[in-house]
């Protein structure tokens, strides 16, 4: 069955630092992939997504690339604020989709 | 537009006890998703509705977790009797269709089981 398997955390990254979240999938055919954030105190949110090898997905200056060689879609961010701490959670699958166990990232000003 | 709403946001039982929670999806969406969050994983879907229908329920501990979505709006998940290792959050989710839509989430309830 599906899949997806996630940088372990807690991360700590001081402002403006580079940010990789890994996040790798396992699943039959071109399963769709996203990333969803939660904020303190708020619900989950999508953070963005892709439908296809080579897609990359982007928002509030997050990327991730759909690689389908490498069954990833690693979250980056090339330079994160203190606004970007949350967890993070990778979600992947075709019909049926799994989250991994989130990340959590703390950035220090 | 009125995000998902769920209630209680809180709840606190005994064990063996039996607790119920409520889930109002955004408007027009099809289906549904209940979830359940224990500390420190991600969530772990419990069972998706399409419209009033079940299309997986296959993670759902049916012996004493029970769901339904009369008439394809709000539903209920409803444990009876609770145990320990069910103190957790659980979230529900409506998207506008199956499979690759984006869901959107409510707040969830955080359930402790004494």
């Known amino acids: 069955g599906n899949s997806v398997t996630q940088m372990e955390g807690p991360v700590t990254l001081s402002e403006e630092a580079f940010l990789t979240i890994n996040c790798t999938y396992t699943?039959?055919?071109?399963?769709?992939l996203f990333w969803y954030v939660q904020y303190p105190g708020e619900g989950l949110q999508l953070l963005l997504k892709?439908?296809?090898?080579?897609d990359k997905g982007s928002n509030k200056g997050f990327e991730a690339t759909y690689r389908k060689e490498t069954t990833s879609f690693h979250l980056e961010k090339g330079s994160v604020q203190v606004s970007d701490s949350a967890v993070y959670f990778c979600m992947g699958g075709n019909e049926k989709l799994t989250f991994g166990t989130g990340t959590r990232l703390t950035i220090i000003p | 537009e009125a995000g998902v709403a769920q209630s209680p946001r809180y709840k606190i039982i005994e064990k063996r006890q039996s607790v119920a929670f409520w889930c109002n999806p955004i408007s027009g969406h099809a289906t549904l998703y209940w979830y359940q969050q224990i500390l420190g994983q991600g969530p772990k879907l419990l069972i998706q509705?399409?419209?009033?229908?079940?299309?997986?329920d296959s993670q759902l501990p049916k012996d004493r977790f029970s769901a339904e979505r009369l008439k394809g709006v709000d539903s209920t998940l409803k444990i009876q009797p609770a145990k320990l290792e069910d103190s957790a959050v659980y979230l529900c989710?409506?998207?506008f269709g199956r499979g690759l839509h984006e869901q959107y989430f409510g707040p969830g309830t955080r359930l402790t089981v004494t």
């Open positions: 699943a039959t055919g071109y399963p769709s």
């Open positions: 989710a409506s998207s």
């Open positions: 892709a439908t296809k090898a080579d």
């Open positions: 509705f399409q419209n009033n229908g079940v299309v997986d």
